[in-house]
């Protein structure tokens, strides 16, 4: 299985801030290949700059270090996301419920709005 995982989801398990559920573990450690897009590396960013967040100097270090790939976001992912239901206008969250779509992956999250876009979600609350 080859699994997205959402911000706070690699945030909290570097962090160690919250515990994510036995399902969440459970596909995290047998997963054929973890991923963190670069849309989440600019969410973190973004709330790194407006003070919502810290951020560690070596973030980028850590995911990498933690066997999370960084996926990129293409034309085609940025394109995916007019076909998306407006459930909600989260810019981050649509662009990687697009990325998942497009590149038939499960999300890993406990945003339970996910729940409503077409996607493979496994409930990391």
Known sequence: ??????????????????TLSAAAIEAIGSADDLLF??????EVGVK????KLEVPDDFKQQVAEAGVRTLGLSAEHGLAVAGLPLHHRDPFDRLLIAQARSDGLTVVSADRRFSAYPVPLIDAS
Do not use: I, K, Y
């Not at 911000?7 to 160690?16: A, E, R, Y």
């Not at 790194?48 to 003070?51: E, I, K, R, S």
């Open 1 to 18: 299985m080859r699994l997205l995982l959402d911000t706070h989801v690699v945030l909290w398990q570097l962090s160690g801030e919250r």
């Open 48 to 51: 790194a700059a407006v003070g």
């Open 37 to 42: 897009s670069v849309v989440s590396f600019a």
